[in-house]
């Protein structure tokens, strides 16, 4: 008979814990944790990182001058489209996230908290639709096998986030509340510090500490065949 530890955390600890992971966030903080999902979940697969270095190098030059700013916007609408219409279109507005996200990482250095809060909030809606739409398109070109190099580039991600997926499989049913899990937010909070520890650790390819609770809460728990069967067993039980 398998021994069963005790719950690490109860459903209230999870509920207060989650409540301060995300009430104590700083601007900065949302800041990284937004640019680490535009590069988990957009540059990284879909765009060269020279692009996007470039890109943020582009911004920063212009933050502090609206004329400057017009007219790098400008150059975004009429340059040459080098890839896809569907990347073309979410490039664009992945432009704009990154534009907020320094907008605001400007008004947080003049203590704007305001000002700073209100452009990271708008760029966090656009980051979440990008990350939505950019999924589809990458599902898409995996299904498709549009070349030998994306089919390759997948099948490394899978291997190389396997470790990972393992780690959250063994930690849902290590820290299982006695009473189970009592939601997918509350999971990842519990186990991001641990996976954070053990991407540090381990330094997994694709996987950062900025966007790991997100990609477990969003992805794995619901979607995720490995770590969607463990969280189906150790979630709690909906009362009837």
Not at 141 to 162: H, I, P, V, Y
Not at 215 to 222: Q, V, Y
Request: glycine share 4%; aromatic share 8%; proline share 4%.
């Amino acid at each position: 008979m398998k021994e069963t530890k005790p719950a690490l955390f109860s459903p209230i600890q999870i509920t207060m814990n989650t409540n301060e992971s995300i009430g104590n966030t700083t601007v900065d903080k949302a800041i990284a944790r937004n640019h680490g999902m535009l590069w988990d979940g957009f540059f990284h697969p879909l765009i060269k990182l020279d692009e996007y270095k470039k890109l943020l190098e582009d911004i920063r030059a212009v933050i502090a001058n609206p004329e400057l700013q017009a007219e790098l916007e400008t150059r975004w609408r009429n340059e040459d489209r080098l890839h896809s219409e569907e990347i073309n279109t979410l490039l664009q507005d992945a432009r704009y996230a990154c534009l907020y996200l320094e907008l605001a990482r400007d008004a947080e250095k003049h203590e704007n908290r305001d000002r700073a809060w209100a452009f990271t909030s708008y760029a966090s809606v656009q980051v979440g639709e990008i990350s939505e739409k950019s999924a589809a398109i990458i599902t898409a070109f995996e299904a498709d096998k549009c070349s030998s190099r994306n089919s390759r580039n997948g099948a490394s991600r899978t291997k190389n986030f396997l470790p990972a997926k393992e780690e959250v499989v063994r930690l849902l049913e290590e820290l299982k509340p006695e009473s189970g899990w009592p939601s997918c937010s509350g999971a990842a909070s519990a186990l991001e510090k641990h996976m954070t520890e053990f991407i540090l650790k381990t330094r997994p390819s694709g996987l950062t500490s900025s966007n790991i609770r997100n990609r477990i809460e969003k992805n794995w728990l619901p979607g995720d065949d490995l770590v969607n069967r463990a969280w189906k067993k150790t979630k709690a039980v909906e009362k009837e």
